[in-house]
């Protein structure tokens, strides 16, 4: 009898150290907690700036290069421009496509814009380049274009840059076009301001502030001819054109396209050549075209 309780209690003990074996094995081999999924990533949309530099009369290749972009599928949605570049700038931002630009540029006639001040040293007012623009674009404010646009002058009084986005389109195309011993100041407010090139030669900065993430940058500023002048006015030309060749050159580090149309050749006057400024445009945009696609398609 005792040998049988002795067996049932070896028995029991068996059992249970089974079960809390068993207990301890389950807790052991239970499927451990899922981890949480990662975050997605959506990459942030891509918003293409066009940054329009100054040039005169070779401005002109500026619509030759939104011609070949358009025509490409290169959708722009902000718009910067100094000098010459706010001129074209300001009618592309207003809703002109590429043709109608082309239109209104082989009808200008440089006297519409042109009116000299004879009383002021012979320099042009401006006057009628801010009423042109302001008439072609339908007097809208820069808050009522299809696009967000600035336009790039320089404040004479302090030399600070001033990317004019609100208000008088006109006006701020005036301003950043008045090149300096050619134009007048254009009066603002209570500051004096001049032709935008002499701080942003090509408005790379500006485009980025209206929110683009990538910019095409398209230049046509003079360059030094490597070719050193022996007059006095000679001389401080091809100072004046090395410094806004330096100080554009670390603006357009900052873009992500460069377009440099050839129009080295083309002078600040020759409106005569418009056509040639054009198909420059063109020519340089369509170079462009497979490293433009490449990096979008790297963005996005």
Not at 201 to 216: K, S, Y
Not at 231 to 256: C, H, P, W
């Amino acid at each position: 009898m005792i040998n049988q309780f002795a067996s049932a209690t070896k028995f029991g003990a068996l059992c249970a150290s089974a079960l809390l074996l068993s207990a301890c094995v389950t807790t052991g081999t239970a499927n451990p907690p899922s981890p949480s999924p990662a975050p997605v990533v959506t990459p942030a949309p891509v918003k293409i700036g066009l940054a329009l530099g100054g040039g005169a009369a070779k401005g002109f290749a500026h619509i030759g290069v939104i011609k070949m972009l358009e025509a490409n599928g290169i959708k722009i949605d902000v718009v910067s421009g100094t000098s010459a570049g706010s001129v074209v700038g300001s009618l592309y931002a207003s809703g002109m496509n590429a043709f109608t630009l082309q239109e209104r540029a082989v009808a200008l006639d440089e006297s519409q814009i042109r009116d000299v001040n004879l009383l002021g040293g012979g320099l042009v007012k401006g006057q009628k380049l801010q009423d042109y623009v302001n008439a072609q674009i339908g007097n809208k404010p820069f808050e009522k274009l299809a696009k967000p646009f600035a336009a790039v002058a320089t404040n004479l009084d302090n030399g600070n840059r001033v990317a004019f986005s609100r208000g008088n389109v006109g006006q701020a195309v005036r301003a950043s076009s008045s090149i300096p011993g050619i134009f007048m100041p254009t009066t603002i407010g209570s500051n004096k301001f001049v032709d935008g090139g002499v701080v942003s030669p090509v408005p790379v900065d500006a485009a980025r502030e209206l929110g683009a993430n990538f910019v095409i940058a398209v230049d046509i500023s003079a360059k030094a001819t490597g070719k050193s002048s022996t007059s006095t006015l000679g001389m401080m030309n091809q100072a004046i054109v090395i410094m806004g060749q330096k100080l554009g050159e670390q603006e357009l580090a900052r873009a992500d396209i460069v377009i440099t149309p050839k129009v080295g050749k083309i002078g600040a006057a020759d409106f005569d050549q418009k056509n040639v400024a054009i198909l420059e445009g063109e020519k340089a945009a369509l170079a462009a075209l497979p490293l433009i696609r490449k990096k979008l398609a790297e963005r996005r």
